[in-house]
């Protein structure tokens, strides 16, 4: 029944709600520069949703629209754009006072909001991700840029007074850092993205936006937006092929940040084209393979919940997502159990379905990789615990539960983003702590157990190892006020809504040594106004 259920997972075309396939397909053909939405009539890449449509011959990938191919000359435009706008600090945005720049990305998130439901839609079909999750996305960046917005105001308060020592007075500030090169990942393409492009704006920096590969339609709805929001060339939003139009931008030496939220193999490539890396700063999130330490005193309902959630929320494909699971020998067969049981009980379908949980798979090819993941694993001695695990109805993948999972295998190292779940048991403590030490990732761990002093034990050696240790809980970036970062390949830079304006920023200073001349000075330039930077206006 359950496999007979995942090969006719996918609708008649009939069965299809209307109202989610208004502005549907989109033929996008604008793209943003120096203030202008220009059109392009050249090539364009065709998007297809990996919700897909039966019919007499089987289900075919659902036509979503097309977005433009640029190439490298409209890329150069968009840097040269974003350079004169800039204009080495002297441009109209990098100079404009904190209180002017909020005004301006204020008004840009009232047009966000009006534009909520195309961009919901688009994100849902894009990517598969349910409407509710999509929703919930669209939802949280509003509010990431509203905590942004409140996190900046705190920072120029505390940056509006003087100081004095040894004799100079001075004030610090923060000062933008140049032009930003922005990209974000396919699984979070709106609030990821946003969670660089916002910090890097308000901080006074240019920007050039390269949407992700999926996840690009979305943008179509706010180009104007940003047109009405922003200055020309603050903000320039280009579509086409990475290796295609990024590179040159890299090999300019213009770039002064750039934001990747993707793998540690694309960042290093793009930071080897630099040919000034000492002036290159990189704000990075790459890759990770969190695992989970089940500790034999577990409360096994909790742990397996937070378990399932973490491995499985938009179908594991998450950076923070739970990737590999450590149960202690003693409980592994009753946490098996249960796990399987749970993962079987999840709703599954297409993304407009009420409470739906698994939803087909947004990456080309990703169904044949995480199949051969299972194979590979299989040969090797795991199995496949759960029902109808790892059975494949074109991009639609069902959950695969595996046990034991050891060494030899790909999927006890290689990261899955997908719903894919190792698990394998342990004696001694030592076993998942040196996994941790020998893995090329260091975001995050969950520890399930009920002993204070056992978790102490390991909350010290692993803070070492991570960046965040979680209690009895799934591994998450949120909520956005605390740091998100990672050791090792999995992140370079920190981000928060504080930490992310520090990262897009650097502090600069006006000092002069305390003589009656100079008070007289700076009396003046504050009194009278004159500086953005040098002033004790308070923004309420």
């Given at each position: 029944m359950l496999s007979e259920k995942i090969q006719n997972v996918f609708p008649q075309a009939g069965e299809i709600p209307e109202t989610l396939l208004n502005g549907v397909p989109c033929i996008q053909t604008g793209y943003l520069v120096n203030?202008?939405?220009?059109?392009?009539?050249?090539?364009?890449?065709?998007?297809?949703?990996?919700?897909?449509?039966?019919?007499?011959?089987?289900?075919?990938p659902l036509f979503v629209g097309e977005y433009p191919l640029l190439t490298e000359a409209e890329a150069l435009e968009a840097l040269d754009a974003a350079v004169a706008a800039y204009d080495h600090g002297r441009g109209v945005w990098p100079t404009l006072s904190v209180s002017e720049r909020i005004d301006h990305m204020e008004r840009f998130v009232f047009r966000m909001i009006e534009e909520k439901d195309r961009v919901v839609r688009f994100l849902m079909w894009e990517v598969g991700k349910s409407l509710r999750d999509s929703e919930k996305e669209f939802d949280r960046t509003v509010q990431y840029i509203n905590d942004t917005l409140s996190a900046l105001k705190d920072l120029d308060r505390i940056s509006s007074r003087f100081t004095m020592e040894e004799g100079i007075i001075g004030q610090i500030r923060r000062?933008?850092?140049?032009?930003?090169?922005?990209?974000?990942?396919?699984?979070?393409?709106?609030?990821?993205?946003?969670?660089?492009?916002?910090?890097?704006?308000?901080?006074?920096?240019?920007?050039?936006?390269?949407?992700?590969?999926?996840?690009?339609?979305?943008?179509?709805?706010?180009?104007?937006?940003?047109?009405?929001?922003?200055?020309k060339g603050v903000i320039n939003v280009i579509y086409g092929e990475g290796r295609k139009v990024i590179p040159p931008l890299m090999a300019s030496g213009k770039i002064n940040v750039l934001a990747l939220i993707g793998s540690s193999k694309t960042a290093n490539a793009l930071k080897k084209l630099h040919p000034s890396p000492n002036r290159l700063r990189c704000v990075l999130g790459l890759e990770a393979k969190n695992p989970?330490?089940?500790?034999?005193?577990?409360?096994?309902?909790?742990?397996?919940?937070?378990?399932?959630?973490?491995?499985?929320?938009?179908?594991?494909?998450?950076?923070?997502?739970?990737?590999?699971?450590?149960?202690?020998?003693?409980?592994?067969d009753a946490f098996l159990e249960r796990f399987a049981a749970a993962v079987t009980a999840l709703s599954f379908?297409?993304?407009?379905?009420?409470?739906?949980?698994?939803?087909?798979?947004?990456?080309?090819?990703?169904?044949?990789?995480?199949?051969?993941?299972?194979?590979?694993?299989?040969?090797?001695?795991?199995?496949?615990?759960?029902?109808?695990?790892?059975?494949?109805?074109?991009?639609?993948?069902?959950?695969?539960?595996?046990?034991?999972?050891?060494?030899?295998?790909?999927?006890?190292y290689e990261e899955q983003f997908g719903p894919v779940i190792p698990i394998l048991p342990f004696d001694k403590i030592d076993?998942?702590?040196?996994?941790?030490?020998?893995?090329?990732?260091?975001?995050?761990?969950?520890?399930?157990?009920?002993?204070?002093?056992?978790?102490?034990?390991?909350?010290?050696?692993?803070?070492?190892?991570?960046?965040?240790?979680?209690?009895?809980?799934?591994?998450?970036?949120?909520?956005?006020?605390?740091?998100?970062?990672?050791?090792?390949?999995?992140?370079?830079?920190?981000?928060?809504v504080s930490d992310a304006l520090r990262v897009f920023s650097i502090r600069t200073l006006v000092a002069a040594k305390q003589t009656e001349l100079n008070r007289q000075i700076i009396t003046r330039i504050v009194r009278d106004h004159t500086s953005k930077f040098l002033a004790t206006d308070f923004i309420l």
């Open positions: 203030g202008e939405i220009r059109i392009w009539d050249g090539p364009r890449q065709e998007v297809l949703s990996p919700v897909q449509v039966a019919d007499d011959t089987g289900p075919k000062a933008p850092m140049g032009v930003v090169l922005c990209m974000g990942p396919f699984n979070y393409p709106l609030n990821e993205t946003f969670t660089t492009l916002i910090p890097a704006l308000v901080m006074g920096n240019t920007v050039i936006l390269k949407p992700p590969k999926h996840g690009a339609l979305l943008y179509a709805p706010l180009l104007a937006a940003f047109r009405e929001g922003f200055p989970a330490i089940v500790l034999k005193d577990a409360d096994l309902d909790l742990a397996v919940k937070e378990c399932v959630l973490g491995c499985l929320s938009f179908n594991g494909q998450r950076c923070t997502a739970l990737k590999i699971l450590f149960v202690e020998a003693g409980i592994a379908g297409m993304p407009w379905i009420e409470g739906v949980f698994v939803t087909p798979v947004a990456e080309k090819g990703k169904t044949d990789y995480l199949g051969e993941l299972v194979s590979d694993a299989v040969a090797n001695g795991a199995r496949i615990v759960n029902p109808a695990g790892g059975s494949v109805c074109g991009s639609f993948f069902f959950p695969a539960v595996l046990y034991p999972v050891h060494p030899n295998m790909r999927v006890y076993e998942p702590i040196a996994y941790m030490i020998q893995s090329s990732y260091g975001q995050q761990v969950s520890i399930f157990g009920s002993d204070p002093d056992q978790i102490a034990r390991l909350i010290d050696p692993l803070v070492n190892q991570v960046c965040r240790v979680n209690i009895n809980s799934q591994c998450q970036r949120g909520p956005d006020t605390f740091p998100f970062t990672g050791r090792k390949d999995s992140a370079e830079g920190t981000l928060s």
